[in-house]
Structure formats: structure tokens, C-alpha cells
């Protein structure tokens, strides 16, 4: 298929079925590409058409992310559970191997599977995320870094979903503003 021809596909693999975008020619290396919070595979549509020309490239939805299954439990969400998703897509995928590339979120996510299941990760790209060990470190002994990262809690908190809705979303604005304050251009009321 032509690079810039993005198509569609849903695997099941660990007990979930997970959407995800591709381009390029099965058979070409896999670049296999991991999404951050709060995205989803379009984060890469770009990156899709350029790699989509000297390789396979695949963009997942993680489990609960926009058109990937959503499973009940909190448990399910645990980081092991996800990566065990990517591992058994590439498998399905009829690969042993790939290209993987994670941003923020995708990229703890991608160097959980490079610690966990390194013979798979032929190439390991980061973007806009630590190593998990320094991260933990600087959680424990970094202020600064404790503060920056309090956002997650938000996260934890039985109210959050409330939270994040409240005031016409305004936190969730906020986080997605430019840095003047104001809605990026793409921001509107159907984004």
C-alpha cells in the first residue's frame, strides 16, 4: 500500500481487541509506534506516512484508548497487561521483532517491553519520557520532580473523571492550551 494510504485494523491479542492505524508493506521491518496520555494513534499520523514508505508501520490504541477494548477491572490497566498487548500484537502481526518508538506514556510502556522482552525490541526510540529507574529515583529524592509529576494523582482519584469534566472540561483545556493560554488551533468544540 502507498505510504500516505493510512488503513485501519483491529487484533485481538491478551484478551482484548486492540484498534490500531498502519501504513507501508507487511513484510517491510515493523516500527511499531506507542502513543503518550491523553492521545491516541493519530499522535502519529505523520510519522506513519514518512516510515510507511521503507517499512511497516503500526500505531495501537492501548487498551482503553479510543477504539481499543476497555476492560472492567483497574487491574487490567496494569503496565505488564499493556505490554503483553504490544508484545502478542507483534506476534500477530507475524513479526518477532521491531522498530519500537514510544512518547511519554508509550515511551515507559515501550522501555517496560525493551527491559521485559528485550530479543523483540530491535531498536528502541524514545520520546519525551525517563528511564524508568531514574525516574523512581528522582521520585524519591527529587522535590522538584515530586511536584511536577503530582498531576498523576489526579488520575487516581475515584473523582476524577468529575474532575477533569468540570467547568466545561477547564483542566483539561487548560493542560492542552498553548503555552500564551490560549486553545491551539486544532482545539474546537468537535476535538
Same mark, same amino acid.
Given at each position: 500500500?502507498?505510504? &500516505? ?7 485481538? /491479542? ?46 495501537? &490504541?492501548?487498551?482503553? /484508548? ?51 522482552? *528485550? ?5 528502541? /526510540?524514545?520520546?519525551?519520557? /525517563?528511564? *524508568? ?25 475515584? &473523582? ?18 498553548? *503555552? ?8 474546537? &468544540?468537535?476535538?
Amino acid at each position: 500500500m502507498p505510504s &500516505d494510504t493510512i488503513t485501519f485494523a483491529r487484533t485481538s /491479542v491478551n484478551g482484548v481487541r486492540l484498534h490500531h492505524a498502519q501504513a507501508g508493506e507487511p513484510g517491510r521491518p515493523l516500527m511499531l509506534f506507542l502513543h503518550g496520555f491523553p492521545e491516541f494513534w493519530f499522535a502519529w499520523h505523520a510519522q506513519l506516512q514518512e516510515f510507511g514508505r521503507d517499512h511497516f508501520v503500526v500505531a495501537p &490504541d492501548t487498551r482503553g /484508548v479510543n477504539l481499543s477494548d476497555r476492560p472492567a477491572r483497574l487491574s487490567d490497566y496494569r503496565a505488564q497487561a499493556i505490554v503483553t498487548d504490544l508484545v502478542e500484537l507483534v506476534q500477530a502481526l507475524g513479526y518477532r521483532q521491531c522498530v519500537l518508538v514510544g512518547h511519554d506514556w508509550g515511551g515507559a510502556l515501550a522501555f517496560a517491553m525493551a527491559i521485559t522482552r *528485550p530479543d523483540m525490541v530491535h531498536k528502541l /526510540v524514545i520520546l519525551n519520557a /525517563v528511564h *524508568p529507574w531514574t525516574f523512581a529515583r528522582e521520585l524519591c529524592h527529587n522535590r522538584q520532580q515530586i511536584d511536577a509529576s503530582a498531576y498523576m494523582n489526579l488520575f487516581r482519584r475515584p &473523582d476524577a473523571a468529575a474532575t477533569l469534566l468540570a467547568n466545561d472540561c477547564a483542566w483539561l483545556r487548560g493542560m492542552l492550551a498553548d *503555552p500564551d493560554g490560549t486553545a491551539p488551533r486544532w482545539f474546537d &468544540d468537535a476535538t
